[in-house]
Every structure is written in C-alpha cells, then in structure tokens.
C-alpha cells in the first residue's frame, strides 16, 4: 500500500472539513473516495480525446479504463458519435467476418445484404 499526500488551500480544507461533517467518514476515506473519483473522470476524459483524435474505440475504452460497451454508451451520453453515415446490421456483419477472417460469416453478411436491398 503507497501513502501519498496533498496540500489543500484554507479554503480547500475548510470544504473537505464540511463534507467530512456532513458525511461522517473519516478525512482519509473522503479524500480517497474524491482521488478516485477524479482518476476515473481524468481517465474517462482522456479516453473520449483518444477516441475524437482518431484512435478506435477498444484502444479508446482501454485509456479511459472501461469495457469497450460502457465507454461507447459514455460517448452516446455526451452526444459524440460513435458510427459516421449509415449502418445496417449487413454492414456491422461483414465488418465482424473480416476481422474474424470468417467466410461463412462473410456469405451470410453479403445474403443479408442481398435481402435488404
């Protein structure tokens, strides 16, 4: 276990004094809660700039320390879009059986393709 510490202004102390009374935790619990708190939003923060930089989602949910499913619904929640243009589920399947290197997989992406046109 590390020990590690901060200097907090007047002002900062007296607001951590405030919340430590309010929820009666003890000061350390409080300011490792708060640590936390702020490590996961900085990740997140920097997960969101990887993703808009151009990085692909997975490598971008690995930065901002979520599974790739809850780092797409993060972006969702503020508004920044995840596909460009149109997708259909024959689109999403063929990209799927390219990257799995599947043929099966491909065919039934390109009948599928066939029947939505």
Same mark, same amino acid.
Do not use: C, W, Y
């Given at each position: 276990?590390? =020990?590690?510490?901060?200097?907090? =202004? /007047?002002?900062?102390?007296? %607001? @951590? &004094?405030?919340?430590?009374?309010? =929820?009666? &935790?003890? #000061?350390?619990?409080?300011l490792k809660r708060a640590a +936390?708190?702020? @490590?996961? #939003? @900085?990740? @997140?923060?920097?997960?969101? +700039?990887?993703?808009?930089?151009?990085?692909?989602?997975?490598?971008?949910? #690995?930065v901002a320390g979520l599974p790739?499913? +809850?780092?797409?619904?993060? *972006?969702? /929640?503020?508004?920044?879009?995840?596909?460009?243009?149109?997708? =259909?589920?024959?689109?999403?399947?063929?990209?799927?059986? $390219? %990257? +799995?290197?599947?043929?099966?997989?491909?065919?039934?992406?390109?009948? *599928?393709? $066939?029947?939505?046109?």
């Amino acid at each position: 276990m590390h =020990t590690k510490s901060i200097r907090l =202004t /007047d002002e900062e102390a007296i %607001e @951590l &004094e405030k919340l430590v009374a309010v =929820t009666g &935790e003890v #000061e350390a619990k409080t300011l490792k809660r708060a640590a +936390l708190r702020g @490590l996961q #939003e @900085l990740r @997140l923060e920097q997960g969101i +700039l990887a993703f808009l930089r151009g990085q692909g989602s997975a490598e971008a949910a #690995e930065v901002a320390g979520l599974p790739r499913a +809850l780092f797409l619904q993060s *972006l969702i /929640d503020r508004g920044i879009t995840v596909l460009q243009g149109p997708s =259909t589920l024959a689109m999403e399947l063929e990209s799927l059986a $390219n %990257e +799995l290197g599947s043929e099966p997989l491909q065919r039934a992406a390109r009948s *599928l393709a $066939n029947h939505e046109t």
